[in-house]
């Protein structure tokens, strides 16, 4: 007997740290719409299904169970719930936050160039081979590097480094770096072998 999506979702949301009302915020849909699916009472459409996947599933054997336990719901009503007022005020609000936190990264990035720029390093941006691609690759001093930026640590710190670690070895670098706003107690407990963390004040001193 297959096992009910919504339980799935719980294993998931649990392995993640997060929060079934985070999990709307990131997909798109209403905090009502969530609980309706995780408790059964209804299936997720299939663009919504598509953005949970890659929210939740980190590893091609998660994705088999969560889709496995999506083909089981099939026979549950698709949810069509017409929103209240105060749902798409909340998915407003997500929606400001989400691109609050964009723009803030993107202004990140922006400032990790402009301190490249300032220490005369040179750099390719959105450096792409394949699949892989890195924010910046910087070639210096004989040293080939994949550099990371992170602004929000708060959220899937540890799987930036694993990125990072992976950028490392299919991009042939001799190193990676996450660059981070500042570093707390819980950046700095994180370690991946052959990937550094630093602040953007550091960076011409580690690159340099």
Request: proline content about 3%; hydrophobic content about 40%.
């Amino acid at each position: 007997m297959p096992v009910p999506l919504g339980d799935i979702i719980r294993k998931l949301l649990t392995k993640r740290q997060m929060k079934a009302f985070e999990l709307g915020e990131q997909i798109g849909v209403s905090a009502t719409s969530v609980s309706k699916i995780v408790n059964g009472v209804t299936r997720p459409r299939q663009a919504t299904f598509s953005r949970m996947c890659k929210v939740l599933c980190e590893t091609k054997a998660e994705e088999r169970e969560l889709v496995t336990a999506f083909a089981g719901a099939e026979v549950l009503q698709e949810d069509d719930s017409p929103q209240s007022p105060d749902d798409i005020k909340a998915l407003l609000e997500a929606d400001e936050r989400y691109l609050e936190v964009k723009a803030q990264s993107i202004g990140f990035r922006r400032a990790i160039a402009r301190e490249l720029d300032k220490a005369g390093i040179a750099y390719q941006e959105e450096y792409c081979e394949g699949i892989y691609v890195t924010d910046f690759l910087v070639e210096h001093q004989g040293r080939r590097i994949a550099l990371e930026c992170k602004f929000n640590t708060q959220r899937n710190f540890d799987k930036t480094l694993r990125i990072a670690g992976v950028l490392r070895k299919q991009l042939n670098c001799d190193h990676a770096l996450v660059v981070v706003p500042y570093v707390d107690d819980a950046v700095s407990e994180c370690e991946v072998q052959k990937v550094e963390i630093a602040t953007p004040n550091e960076l011409h001193i580690l690159l340099t």
